[in-house]
């Protein structure tokens, strides 16, 4: 392993890692552990840092694998007709306790179909351009546009549900 590679790796890792981590949390809230996508993307980006072109596009490059890992991780949990909530592991590494808005939005955000949830986390959390998220979805301005639109339309009327009807609070 190179030292300057991974150095120079590391120099464009270390400021995008909390956008990259909060991006990882919202996208797969409830799905998969967030840490895992996290690992599969920084392995994947590390082996591939060599195509990178501009440095400037790194968080770029990071999402866009992140998002490609997640595609293939649904494919084959599709694939493997595991959906029952049985076999589902709930993220451990946040705890409701400490920020119950937050979870709360989380849960709002993954009960919304895939690219409305990846779209509403890239514009609103990460503040990506929708030009930019078209690229990274592989679709149309309008397309993200719709996306956007019905996400929080959508979104609007979970958590305004959770408000009117909280979910019941259970012993451990």
Do not use: W
Not at 28 to 56: Q, R, S, W
Not at 135 to 140: A, H, V
């Amino acid at each position: 392993m190179s030292k300057s590679k991974k150095a120079a790796f590391m120099e464009l890792y270390t400021p995008v890692h909390d956008k990259f981590e909060r991006f990882c949390r919202a996208r797969v809230y409830g799905d998969i552990n967030f840490k895992d996508l996290m690992h599969d993307t920084i392995v994947i980006a590390f082996e591939k840092f060599d195509k990178l072109e501009d440095p400037k596009a790194f968080l770029h490059f990071l999402f866009g694998i992140s998002i490609r890992v997640l595609a293939n991780t649904n494919r084959k949990q599709r694939l493997i007709h595991v959906s029952d909530e049985a076999y589902r592991i709930p993220d451990e590494s946040f705890r409701a306790d400490r920020n119950e808005d937050a979870h709360i939005l989380y849960e709002a955000l993954a009960q919304l179909p895939d690219q409305q949830r990846e779209a509403l986390v890239l514009f609103e959390i990460s503040g990506f351009s929708i030009a930019e998220i078209a690229d990274l979805q592989e679709s149309g301005i309008s397309a993200v546009k719709q996306r956007l639109a019905r996400g929080r339309k959508a979104l609007l009327a979970l958590l305004q549900e959770n408000e009117l009807h909280p979910p019941k609070k259970t012993s451990v």
